[in-house]
Nanobody, 117 residues
Framework: QVQLQESGPGLVKPSQTLSLTCTVS??????????WNWIRQSPGKGLEWIGY???????DYSPFFLSRTSISRDTSKNHVTLQLSSVAPEDTAVYYC?????????WGQGTQVTVSS
């Protein structure tokens, strides 16, 4: 059974770097043809795709987040990390980890992040 679990600080101060981890169980993040995505939902907004890292370690980012986002992985721990720098109150959102693919789509439960001083 594939499970994704996001973790990280619930409160971040403006201008700091947000770091979140998605721990995957039941499936290897290096399995061919799959990508591991970060998506967020801000209050009153729809879902925003931030970026992904794929099975080979290649990354792709939304142009909106490109300048301040980094997604990496630790294959020994089977987890994926999102770093978002220079956060502002507008980055307050629920952040999700997501895996799509032919064998089914999986979401983490999401983690609330609030940016506030």
């Amino acid at each position: 059974q594939v499970q994704l679990q996001e973790s990280g600080p619930g409160l971040v101060k403006p201008s700091q770097t947000l770091s979140l981890t998605c721990t995957v169980s039941g499936f290897s993040i290096t399995t061919n043809s799959y990508s591991w995505n970060w998506i967020r939902q801000s209050p009153g907004k729809g879902l925003e795709w931030i970026g992904y890292i794929d099975y080979s370690g290649d990354t792709d980012y939304s142009p909106f987040f490109l300048s301040r986002t980094s997604i990496s992985r630790d294959t020994s721990k089977n987890h994926v990390t999102l770093q978002l720098s220079s956060v502002a109150p507008e980055d307050t959102a629920v952040y999700y980890c997501y895996r799509g693919g032919v064998s089914g789509s999986y979401w983490g439960q999401g983690t609330q992040v609030t940016v506030s001083s």
